[in-house]
């Protein structure tokens, strides 16, 4: 499959990432960048050109760059975060999706919308009511993108939407029906297993902490790739957040 993936290389900063359902725990940049590069890696092998945001290494947390914009189609809605510390990352993720020719749309005050809380899943998007994402933020992506069925989820007990649910290529939402109310969910083995990034039609992208949903998934057909991330796992963070897939 061709397409984009838009990224940003983890700054010295990255320790200084917030945490809000976990206990701190220390975080090694150094590691943090080479786990980046091998996740950069794996998704170049899965055919996708891979754009670097420019650096912001004064933002802890701006490798998290799913959390930023929502891309659909053509148009990318740049995000206001819940989080008012996180919002300066939105500048320079604007300008790296306007580079690649994208129309930027913007969710503005009073509303508040992490991408982590969008998933979609074709004609699809469900938009996760979180502590980061507002009723407002939601009623402005609904507008933004009116050719898209827009779905209010609650979410329950962890950061954001794409932290309890993901969606696997054939349609089938994987996750844990303690964090949202959604009918249908395969529930992954351990939680880690809950973030999937879908490649294309047949391959997934998978961390290195869910070995079980790893096996789950290959023996339903799926070629699965794994990454080790855990110095973002410290941070909350999972496979989805660390980049922005623009189909070309
Ligand atoms: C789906 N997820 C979890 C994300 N898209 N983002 C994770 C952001 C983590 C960051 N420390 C924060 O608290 O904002």
Avoid: W
Wanted: glycine share 8%.
């Amino acid at each position: 499959m061709s397409g984009i993936a838009l990224v940003r290389k983890p700054g010295p900063r990255i320790a200084e990432g917030i945490v809000t359902h976990l206990q701190r725990e220390p975080v090694d940049p150094v590691k943090a960048l080479d786990q980046h590069d091998a996740y950069v890696a794996a998704l170049e092998a899965a055919g996708r050109r891979v754009v670097y945001a420019d650096p912001a290494d004064d933002l802890p947390d701006a490798p998290f760059v799913e959390d930023t914009v929502v891309v659909s189609g053509r148009v990318a809605v740049l995000t206001r975060p819940g989080a008012a510390e996180r919002r300066p990352e939105v500048e320079s993720v604007a300008r790296a999706v306007r580079d690649l020719g994208l129309k930027t749309v913007m969710i503005a005050r009073p509303g508040t919308l992490d991408g982590g809380d969008v998933l979609q899943s074709g004609p699809v998007v469900y938009a996760g009511r979180s502590a980061r994402t507002n009723d407002e933020g939601i009623g402005q992506l609904t507008a933004l993108l009116p050719e898209r069925r827009v779905v209010p989820v609650n979410v329950r007990g962890v950061l954001h939407l794409k932290s309890a649910v993901t969606a696997l290529p054939d349609g089938t939402l994987i996750g844990d029906p303690r964090h949202v109310d959604l009918p249908g969910l395969l529930v992954p083995p351990e939680e880690p297993g809950a973030h999937v990034v879908p490649l294309d039609g047949s391959r997934v992208l998978l961390a290195a902490s869910a070995p079980r949903t790893a096996a789950l998934l290959e023996s339903r057909g799926l070629d699965v790739t794994t990454v080790d991330i855990s110095e973002f796992e410290k941070l909350e963070g999972c496979v989805t957040c660390l980049s922005v897939l623009v189909d070309d």
